[in-house]
């Protein structure tokens, strides 16, 4: 099968551990396929089931989560299970870059396939750790943002480059030194086994938001557009959350950010 159909099928799998089992698949067949590009892939219809989510965890908007303390186990499975949850909706919205979007060239394709592969990882290495803690996936609810933001850019690959993996999954990058700050100062096996998976996960993200920036850079330029200009018309146009402090600056840089580039984020946040 064409690597990019491959990618809509898994996309299209309800069941977790499917999932990652047919996007690990799909990544591997970049291998073989000898161009990507070649022809469009979109039918009518191809909307039809995506995204693939099991019934469980409960969708849920934003902020309506509360806090749970990470120094009880409940509250670290809630935490494992929240980034968790972010692992699934980034292994879908890896795959949606790669079958949604005709016309980019072959490379595109297969970046964002090695992303697919790569968040299926991390689903697998938190869910394992979840599934220690006495817990699965499902078993608390799940913020739906990542998903809303991959829907309201899907007619619009460069807001989609701008606005998810060089916002919402470079916020990650801000996040995850912060999260593994707090279990540390818990410093129990399993906080400490999950700093350990976050120094993975840190590592490989910011090649994703490395990746967001290149293709966001070549999409400007296609188009002729300003990066550093049409960023903050872009998330005022989709409504995307504002970049806030603190920023991890030094993962930003290795990530593609230019200091005026960040710069004009943290003026345009305020
Ligand atoms: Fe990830
Ligand atoms: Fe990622």
């Not at 039918?43 to 009880?72: I, M, N, W, Y």
């Not at 330029?221 to 550093?228: H, K, N, T, Y």
Request: overall charge negative; proline content about 6%; aromatic content about 8%.
């Amino acid at each position: 099968m064409h690597p990019r159909l491959s990618a809509l099928a898994a996309l299209r799998l309800t069941d977790p551990e499917e999932k990652v089992a047919a996007t690990h698949a799909a990544a591997a067949l970049t291998t073989t396929a000898d161009a990507l590009a070649t022809h469009p892939i979109r039918t009518a219809g191809d909307e039809a089931g995506v995204p693939g989510r099991p019934e469980r965890p409960l969708r849920v908007a934003a902020h309506t989560q509360g806090k749970r303390s990470p120094f009880t186990p409940e509250g670290r499975a809630a935490l494992i299970h929240s980034i968790c949850h972010i692992e699934f909706n980034a292994i879908n919205l890896a795959l949606d870059a790669v079958w949604r979007f005709d016309g980019m060239p072959d490379a595109f394709y297969r970046d964002w396939l090695h992303v697919a592969d790569e968040e299926a990882l991390h689903f697998t290495l938190l869910h394992t750790h979840l599934q220690s803690m006495g817990y699965r996936y499902g078993d608390f609810i799940g913020h739906d943002g990542l998903w809303a933001m991959c829907e309201k850019t899907g007619g619009d690959v460069l807001a989609r480059m701008a606005l998810v993996p060089r916002t919402l999954e470079a916020r990650g990058l801000d996040a995850t030194p912060l999260i593994q700050a707090k279990l540390r100062r818990v410093n129990t096996p399993d906080a400490l086994r999950a700093v350990e998976i976050l120094d993975r996960i840190l590592a490989d993200e910011v090649g994703h938001v490395a990746i967001g920036n290149h293709w966001y850079r070549w999409l400007c330029e296609r188009e002729g557009r300003d990066p550093v200009a049409s960023y903050p018309v872009l998330v005022a146009h989709y409504e995307a959350p504002r970049m806030k402090p603190p920023f991890n600056l030094e993962a930003r840089a290795r990530a593609g950010f230019s200091d005026e580039e960040l710069s004009a984020l943290a003026k345009a946040s305020g």
